[in-house]
């Protein structure tokens, strides 16, 4: 079992940036590949990022493709989300998954995902 964790959320103006971590517990993070996914009420769940086992492989949605960055530290077993120029569009639950399926296009799919977070409230204010 991994139990992931999520912070880093808030209420921020447009243009901000934040800075979200997952971190897991229970098992290694570098067996997962990780991914980021958002919910805004009434909606469904939106793939975000996401990011290979060992970092070196990343995949974004197209609208939030050069403004965030995600990121993970094996060490410190915590995934990362760095979100830079947000706009009001971007507010959602956001949620941290891990997967332990080798990376591919499956990993923009929640249906690839063995664990997820809470989540962490995003509202960004215009």
């Known amino acids: 079992q991994v139990q992931l964790v999520e912070s880093g959320g808030g209420l921020v103006q447009t243009g901000d940036s934040l800075r979200l971590s997952c971190a897991a517990s229970g098992r290694t993070l570098n067996n997962y590949g990780m991914g980021w996914f958002r919910q805004a009420p009434g909606k469904e769940r939106e793939f975000v990022a996401a990011i290979n086992k060992s970092g070196g492989t990343t995949t974004y949605v197209d609208s939030v493709r050069g403004r965030f960055t995600i990121s993970r530290d094996n060490a410190k077993n915590t995934a990362y989300l760095q979100m830079n120029v947000l706009k009001p569009e971007d507010t959602a639950v956001y949620l941290c998954?891990?997967?332990?399926?080798?990376?591919?296009?499956?990993?923009?799919?929640?249906?690839?995902?063995?664990?997820w977070g809470q989540g962490t409230q995003v509202t960004v204010s215009s």
């Open positions: 998954a891990a997967t332990s399926e080798s990376y591919s296009s499956r990993y923009r799919y929640t249906g690839t995902y063995d664990y």
